[in-house]
C-alpha cells in the first residue's frame, strides 16, 4: 500500500512571538534531533544531567525490541519527588509558586502553594503514608479529585518509593475494585467527596463500595467538601488527623533508576485494563525534557494543563513535567461549561495564565458556543497553546488559535500515549511552522515508521517521502514504558508482536512530503471517547453482565464534539422484547459497571450480530453502518446471514 499523498494543507508559519526568545530554533531542533538519533546515549547523558541524581549514571540507554527488555539510566540513582521539589527549595525558589488551584466553584477560595509549602505538605503526607505502614516498593491507589492533595499524594509516594496507581475519579467501584486487585495494592488515598460541574462524586463511598469486594490495609481519607462519610474504624483514617503530628523531615528514598515510580490502568483492544508501569529515571529525564522544550517554559510564567491526574497528561504534564521544571502550574477542579461555557476563559483571564495545555473535545464544546464566551475575557495573557489526546480536526484548530489565541501564537498540538510517557511527536513552538491538523514533527530521538499490514517499511526519518501506514517507532526514548504491571508477556504480545522488534502504537498515521505527521486515528478495537481512551471489548463486557443481554458488540462512530462516540449493538435473551426505557437501563448499567465516560451514545437492537460461518463478529460491517457508511460495506456474502445487514442498516437509519 506504499503511496504518496500530497498535502494541500495550509501552512501557518511560526509566529513572531515564538521566534524570539525561544528555548529552540528550526536550525537547533535540527541540530539537535540528529544528535539525538545518532548519538542517543550522548545525548540523553547531557539531558539528564539537569537533574539531581545521587548516583549520576554512566550507563544510558540499554534496551531491546526482542525479546523486550527496555532500561535507561541503569546504574543511576535519583528520587523524582527531590527533582520536583527540594532541588527547587534548596535552589533558592522555594518562595515561588509551585501550584494554583482554582476549585470548581468560581466563587471559592483560590489556593496558592509555593514550592517550600508543596514540599512541607509531602513530606507530611509522606511520612503518614509511613505511618500507616506504606514502604517501598508498596503499590498505593490514588483516588481524588483535582485538588493540590491529588499531585500531593503522587508526589508523596515517589519520595518514600512507593508506587503509585492513579485511578480517575470518573471511574465506578467496580473498576477501583479491579485495579486495586490487579496490583494486589493495600493501601488507598481518596478524598471524602469531589466536585466537578457542581456536581458531588462520592469518591470516599466508591471506594467503600470497592472495598465490599476488594480487602486493603488502610485508607486515607483527605477533608474537601466536608461531606458525611463513613469511616471504617481500624481501616480508614483521616489524614488531618493521622498526618497532624508526623514529623517536618522526611529524606527521600534514593532509587535506582528503573525502580518502579507508577502504574496507570488504560484500555486496550482486548481484556481488562492494562496497568502501564513506568520507571524513575528514563520517565523523570523525558517529562522534564518534554516540557521544557515542547511548552517553551519561562520563568514567573502561568502554565495550565486541564486535564485530570487520573490521566497520563495530567502524571506527566500537571505533575512531573512542570515541577521538575520549576513552573508555576494551575490545577483546576471543574468543567469548561461550568457554571457557564465561559469558564476557562474566564480562568485564563484570572490567573493570567501564559501557556494553556487542552483537549480538541473540549475545544470543540466550546467552539460550539460561540466567541461570545470568549471576547468577554482578556486572554492577552496567552504566548502558547497546546492540543492532546485526539486527532484536531483543522477546523477546531483554527478557532483555536484565531479566537484564543488571537491569531498570533503558535499551537503545539502534541501526540504520545500512556506507554510513552510523555510528547513524541510534536511541533517546537519557535522552531516549527504549524500545520492544523498535523501533530508535527518526532521529539528528540523519537524514531516513527509506517508500516503496512504486513510490517513493510513505507516511510519513516531516513526514507522520507509521504505514506500512510500504522505508526510504529522503531528506537526506545527514556519515557518508555517498561512493561504491564506483573504481565511482561502481556506487554511484549500487545506492542511487540504485530511488526517483531518495534513498538505499535496502535494508531493509523500518514506522513507529508514534509516530514510532519498526521494522525489518523486507532487501528484497533480501541476508541476515543473526549480524548479518552476506551476498549470496546470492556464496554461490551460490561453491557453482557446484564441478565436480559445475551450477545453486544461495540464500534465507534464520528461525534461532532466527543470525536468519537460509543455505539452498540444488542442482542437480547430470547424472549425479551427491546424499548427504550431498556435502552435507557443498558446505558445506566454501563455508567455503574465502568463509569460516566463509557455511557453508550446509541443503543441498537438487532435479533443477532453479523457473523462469519466460524462465528466471528464482523466489525468491519457494524462499524461502517455506526459511521452512516452504507456504500462500502464491502463483500458481506461470508456472513452466515446476509440478510440481516439490511435490518441492521434500518435500523441505523432510524436513528
Ligand atoms: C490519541 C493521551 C491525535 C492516539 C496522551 C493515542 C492523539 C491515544 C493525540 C493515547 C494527538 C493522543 N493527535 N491523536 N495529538 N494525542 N492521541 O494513552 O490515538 O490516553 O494512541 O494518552 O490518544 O491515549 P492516552
Not at 512507593?162 to 488515598?189: K, L, M, N, Q, Y
Not at 491569531?407 to 516549527?432: F, N, R, S
Not at 461490551?540 to 462516540?565: F, N, R, T
Request: with cysteine.
Amino acid at each position: 500500500m506504499q503511496n504518496t499523498i500530497e498535502h494541500p494543507a495550509e501552512i501557518v508559519p511560526v509566529p513572531a512571538a515564538a521566534r524570539e526568545g525561544t528555548s529552540c530554533t528550526l536550525e537547533q531542533y535540527e541540530a539537535m534531533y540528529s544528535r539525538s538519533v545518532n548519538d542517543p546515549d550522548g545525548f540523553w547523558a547531557e539531558q539528564g544531567a539537569r537533574l539531581d541524581w545521587y548516583r549520576a549514571p554512566t550507563r544510558i540507554g540499554e534496551w531491546s525490541f526482542d525479546p523486550v527488555d527496555i532500561k535507561w539510566y541503569a546504574d543511576g540513582q535519583l528520587n523524582i519527588c527531590h527533582n520536583a521539589l527540594d532541588r527547587h527549595v534548596a535552589a533558592g525558589k522555594g518562595d515561588v509558586t509551585a501550584l494554583i488551584f482554582e476549585p470548581d466553584d468560581p466563587q471559592g477560595e483560590t489556593r496558592k502553594l509555593t514550592y517550600a509549602q508543596l514540599l512541607a505538605e509531602t513530606i507530611r503526607m509522606a511520612n503518614t503514608l509511613k505511618k500507616m505502614g506504606v514502604q517501598k516498593g508498596d503499590r498505593v491507589t490514588v483516588y481524588m479529585p483535582m485538588i493540590p492533595e491529588g499531585a500531593v499524594a503522587m508526589l508523596a509516594c515517589a519520595r518514600i518509593g512507593a508506587i503509585h496507581s492513579v485511578v480517575f475519579g470518573g471511574f465506578s467501584p467496580d473498576a477501583i475494585a479491579g485495579r486495586i486487585e490487579d496490583c494486589t495494592s493495600d493501601w488507598v488515598i481518596c478524598a471524602d467527596e469531589g466536585l466537578r460541574g457542581g456536581k458531588k462524586i462520592p469518591l470516599k463511598a466508591n471506594v467503600d463500595a470497592a472495598l465490599d469486594k476488594v480487602a486493603v490495609k488502610a485508607v486515607l481519607v483527605v477533608r474537601h467538601t466536608g461531606a458525611p462519610i463513613t469511616m471504617t474504624e481500624g481501616r480508614d483514617h483521616w489524614y488531618h488527623e493521622l498526618g497532624a503530628d508526623v514529623a517536618a523531615e522526611c529524606p527521600c528514598e534514593v532509587m535506582d533508576a528503573e525502580d518502579p515510580l507508577f502504574i496507570l490502568y488504560t484500555s486496550g483492544s482486548t481484556g481488562k485494563p492494562k496497568g502501564v508501569l513506568h520507571t524513575t529515571g528514563g520517565y523523570a529525564v523525558w517529562t522534564e525534557t518534554t516540557f521544557r522544550y515542547v511548552f517553551d517554559y519561562r520563568p514567573g510564567e502561568i502554565y495550565w494543563c486541564t486535564a485530570d491526574i487520573g490521566w497520563v497528561t495530567g502524571h506527566s504534564y500537571i505533575v512531573y513535567g512542570p515541577l521538575q521544571n520549576g513552573a508555576t502550574a494551575l490545577m483546576f477542579e471543574g468543567v469548561p461549561n461550568h457554571p457557564d461555557h465561559d469558564r476557562f476563559w474566564q480562568v485564563v483571564d484570572k490567573h493570567k495564565v501564559n501557556i494553556f495545555y487542552t483537549a480538541p473535545t473540549a475545544i470543540r464544546a466550546l467552539m460550539r458556543e460561540g466567541t461570545s464566551h470568549v471576547v468577554k475575557h482578556d486572554l492577552s495573557s496567552l504566548r502558547l497553546l497546546g492540543s492532546v489526546g485526539e486527532p484536531i480536526n483543522p477546523e477546531a484548530w483554527r478557532w483555536y488559535q484565531e479566537n484564543v489565541g488571537h491569531g498570533k501564537i503558535p499551537v503545539v498540538d502534541t501526540w504520545w500515549q500512556t506507554e510513552t510517557g510523555g510528547i513524541m511527536i510534536t511541533t517546537l513552538p519557535g522552531a516549527h511552522d504549524m500545520k492544523p491538523g498535523s501533530a508535527g514533527r518526532p521529539f528528540f530521538s523519537v524514531c516513527p515508521q509506517l508500516v503496512d499490514g504486513d510490517g513493510g517499511v513505507l516511510a519513516d526519518e531516513t526514507t522520507g517521502g509521504a505514506a500512510e501506514g500504522n505508526l510504529c517507532i522503531t528506537r526506545s526514548w527514556p519515557g518508555q514504558a517498561r512493561s504491564l504491571y506483573g504481565d511482561h508477556d502481556r506487554f511484549t504480545q500487545t506492542y511487540f508482536s504485530t511488526y517483531k522488534g518495534k513498538y505499535f502504537t496502535g494508531d493509523g498515521c500518514r506522513r507529508d512530503a514534509d516530514g510532519y505527521y498526521w494522525i489518523t486515528g486507532r487501528v484497533d478495537d480501541v476508541i476515543n471517547v473526549s480524548g479518552h481512551r476506551m476498549g470496546t471489548a470492556e464496554v461490551e463486557s460490561a453491557l453482557v453482565l446484564h441478565d436480559l443481554v445475551a450477545e453486544a458488540a461495540v464500534v465507534g462512530y464520528p461525534h461532532d464534539i466527543k470525536g468519537q462516540g460509543i455505539y452498540c449493538y444488542v442482542t437480547l435473551n430470547a424472549g425479551v422484547e427491546p424499548s427504550d426505557e431498556l435502552a435507557a437501563e443498558l446505558r445506566k448499567h454501563v455508567r455503574t459497571e465502568i463509569g460516566p465516560i463509557a455511557t453508550p451514545d446509541i443503543i441498537q437492537f438487532t435479533p443477532a450480530l453479523p457473523k462469519t460461518r466460524s462465528g466471528k463478529i464482523m466489525r468491519r460491517i457494524l462499524r461502517k453502518i455506526a459511521e452512516n457508511d452504507f456504500g462500502s460495506l464491502g463483500d458481506t456474502s461470508t456472513l452466515a446471514d446476509p440478510s440481516l445487514v439490511d435490518g441492521l442498516i434500518e435500523g441505523r437509519l432510524n436513528r
